[in-house]
Nanobody
Framework: QVQLVESGGGLVQAGGSLRLSCAAS????????MSWFRQAPGKRREAVAVITSDGRTSYADPVKGRFTISRDNAKNTVYLQMNSLRPEDTAVYYCNLVTGPVDYWGQGTQVTVSS
């Protein structure tokens, strides 16, 4: 069984920064993919950024150039550095881990950006 624990959300003014963390524990295959998703009220959950176990990254267009995903494989932890935040970034942010045939989700952390 795998558990994902997110932290780092909060309230920030537009233009500010936040850093989210997601620590994974349990049985995790060496080859895996970790991602951040977000879901705003009334909207579908959407992918924000993805990072593979060998460090390849991909970003959704709305966050390119502002968000950076990274990971520490020794700690099974993924990070999301969010800069130049905008009110439209307000959402619950979820961590996702795909390992083997299964994917896991964290409980979510609220990010609120005030204008």
């Amino acid at each position: 069984q795998v558990q994902l624990v997110e932290s780092g959300g909060g309230l920030v003014q537009a233009g500010g920064s936040l850093r989210l963390s997601c620590a994974a524990s349990g049985t995790i295959f060496r080859i895996n993919v970790m991602s951040w998703f977000r879901q705003a009220p009334g909207k579908r959950r959407e992918a924000v950024a993805v990072i593979t176990s060998d460090g390849r990254t991909s970003y959704a267009d709305p966050v390119k150039g502002r968000f950076t995903i990274s990971r520490d494989n020794a700690k099974n932890t993924v990070y999301l550095q969010m800069n130049s935040l905008r009110p439209e970034d307000t959402a619950v942010y979820y961590c996702n881990l795909v390992t083997g045939p299964v994917d896991y989700w964290g409980q979510g952390t609220q990010v609120t950006v005030s204008s």
